[in-house]
T-cell receptor, first 114, second 111 residues
């Protein structure tokens, strides 16, 4: 079974602090994604990656960095967290070469910035 | 940039009645469409994928795609209270492009 694990699941940070959200997948998928989910906006794409060493900007990358040091791991970094970044963040992996190409999602990381 | 819109925002149906959800998209070259379900802000599970005009059935879930009208719909046959969740439409040009999601439809199924 495809598995995507996020950590931490809950995080409270202070304004101006650094936050790192981590994601690990055991699916051996090339593609990984970070989305945030807010009421009324659905899932919005922040960064994504096509493989180790690659990161691409999504639709709302400002204030976020991403790192893909290996096939399995993809991190989202908030260097200077702001209250507007309070949200639930979802990581996903996908294999574009499969027949379905669906995404497999983690359980989400709830971030509160005070 | 792809725009994906879903309607209605919320929908209440009685157990056993058909539930119909709608999704419109802006990029007519898209050919990769999925419906996901999300229970209580948890992770998403895929329900049905469709890649060409017409109909695709997966159990009680049926997707209809009409790319000329920039429209894809989801129909849930005989919905149950356990189907109460948020349903999200995802659209992308192909499997290798990051999908864009609609804001979701919150479905409530009453016994």
């Amino acid at each position: 079974e495809a598995a995507v694990t996020q950590s931490p699941r809950n995080k409270v940070a202070v304004t101006g602090g650094k936050v790192t959200l981590s994601c690990n997948q055991t699916n051996n998928h090339n593609n990984m994604y970070w989305y945030r989910q807010d009421t009324g906006h659905g899932l919005r794409l922040i960064h994504y990656s096509y493989g180790a060493g690659s990161t691409e900007k999504g639709d709302i990358p400002d204030g976020y960095k991403a790192s893909r040091p290996s096939q399995e791991n993809f991190s989202l970094i908030l260097e200077l967290a702001t209250p507007s970044q309070t949200s639930v963040y979802f990581c996903a992996s996908g294999a574009p070469t499969t027949n379905t190409g669906q995404l497999y999602f983690g359980e989400g990381s709830k971030l509160t910035v005070l | 940039q792809q725009k994906v819109q879903q309607s209605p925002e919320s929908l209440t149906v009685s157990e056993g009645a058909m539930a119909s959800l709608n999704c419109t998209f802006s990029d007519g070259t898209s050919n990769n469409f999925r419906w996901y379900r999300q229970h209580s802000a948890k992770g998403l599970e895929v329900l049905v994928s469709i890649f060409s005009d017409g109909e695709k059935e997966e159990g009680r879930f049926t997707a209809h795609l009409n790319r000329a009208n920039l429209h894809v719909s989801l129909h849930i046959r005989e919905p149950q209270p356990s189907d109460s969740a948020v349903y999200l439409c995802a659209v992308s040009p192909n499997n290798n492009n990051a999908p864009r999601f609609g804001a979701g439809t919150k479905l409530s199924v009453k016994p």
